[in-house]
């Protein structure tokens, strides 16, 4: 009885067998094994919070092992690499090894280059600087820009105490080109030591400010004639023989650009509607659009007498 019960099992066994060979014959030649390497930041776990890491590598490959499918879904953000300083103490540690978690436990960690990293554990800093603000480009001819706001003009530095202590300033750089009116932008904070070198490695709060660009054109300063007017018709017999102002120029002092069409600076006119003797009147001379003008007022004159026959 156990014979033919055998018999009638042992064949179904072997089928079993022979079928999960093929699945896995066929799983291989469908969706092979394959290597593909990563490129991927190292993080820093467990260390205490009162120090910093130094020297660290900011990324390592790794060689990984997985099936053809898993590989077309896996991308380098997948894939942690890490360095456990849990019972580090500020000074150098060598040889701590590269630890990696990878999505899937299907997968094998070929290789990891670098294997294990020297690192320099020091106190963690912090320091305020001042934005100082540097223009570069050329601005229209004529027109200068400058520093209106920063806000904040005040940024914060953290990061391992030899690294702060380089930091000598935080700079922005600002592109005036062609630029002939004022602006708002915001722009990246760069942190520099003494002689102009970038310093690497720090937290800086908040990497970009805000920045108001005056933009305002150059001025200079002429003197231009004084013009007079007269306006209505004077009594019957008489006529208008000459007209005087005091003084017969005035100093202006306008953008560049007002000058090319301002030669001269029209007073008010002189009403002599009527008039059978000369006028005389102070007048205020008018300020030409964002000028300033020298004096304030002036006295004009207008000579009449007898029409000649």
Same mark, same amino acid.
């Given at each position: ?22 699945? #896995? *014959? ?14 991927v930041p190292v993080e820093v776990r467990n260390l205490d919070r009162s120090l910093v890491a130094v020297d660290l590598p900011e990324k390592v490959k790794i060689v990984v092992r997985m099936s053809r499918s898993e590989m077309i879904n896996t991308r380098s953000d997948d894939i942690k690499a ?6 580090? =103490? ?33 106190? *963690? ?8 603000? *540097?223009? $570069? ?5 004529? $027109? ?8 904040? =003009? ?21 592109? #005036? ?5 004022? $602006? ?37 300063? &002429? ?14 017999? *008489? ?8 003084? &017969? ?7 560049? @650009?007002? $000058? ?12 002599? @509607?009527?008039?059978? &003797? ?32």
């Amino acid at each position: 009885m156990k014979i033919t019960k055998l018999h009638w099992w042992l064949p179904k066994i072997l089928c079993f067998i022979a079928a999960c060979a093929l699945w #896995v *014959y066929v799983m291989n030649e469908q969706n092979p094994q394959v290597e593909n390497t990563y490129t991927v930041p190292v993080e820093v776990r467990n260390l205490d919070r009162s120090l910093v890491a130094v020297d660290l590598p900011e990324k390592v490959k790794i060689v990984v092992r997985m099936s053809r499918s898993e590989m077309i879904n896996t991308r380098s953000d997948d894939i942690k690499a890490y360095v456990d300083l849990t019972r580090a =103490d500020a000074g150098n540690v060598k040889g701590v090894p590269i630890q990696v978690v990878l999505p899937s436990s299907d997968e094998t960690v070929v290789s990891i280059d670098p294997k294990s990293v020297d690192i320099r554990v020091e106190p *963690y800093a912090v320091k305020s600087l001042p934005v100082t603000v *540097y223009f $570069f480009g050329t601005p229209t001819e004529s $027109f200068t820009p400058s520093v209106q706001q920063v806000t904040p =003009d005040t940024i914060t530095i953290a990061g391992s105490r030899s690294q702060v202590a380089k930091a000598s300033k935080a700079v922005v750089s600002v592109n #005036v080109a062609n630029k002939t009116e004022s $602006f708002t932008e915001f722009e990246t904070v760069n942190v520099l030591d003494a002689s102009g070198r970038a310093v690497k490695g720090l937290q800086i709060m908040p990497v970009q400010v805000q920045l108001a660009i005056g933009v305002t054109e150059d001025k200079r300063t &002429a003197s231009l004639p004084l013009v007079v007017n007269t306006t209505g018709t004077p009594a019957l017999g *008489y006529s208008v023989h000459r007209v005087v102002s005091s003084p &017969a120029m005035a100093t202006v002092t306008a953008p560049v @650009s007002l $000058f090319a069409s301002l030669k001269e600076i029209n007073l008010p006119p002189v009403d002599v @509607s009527g008039a059978n &003797a000369s006028v005389q009147r102070d007048v205020t001379i008018p300020i030409p659009e964002n000028a300033t003008i020298s004096p304030a007022t002036a006295s004009v004159s207008v000579e009449i007498g007898p029409s000649s026959r």
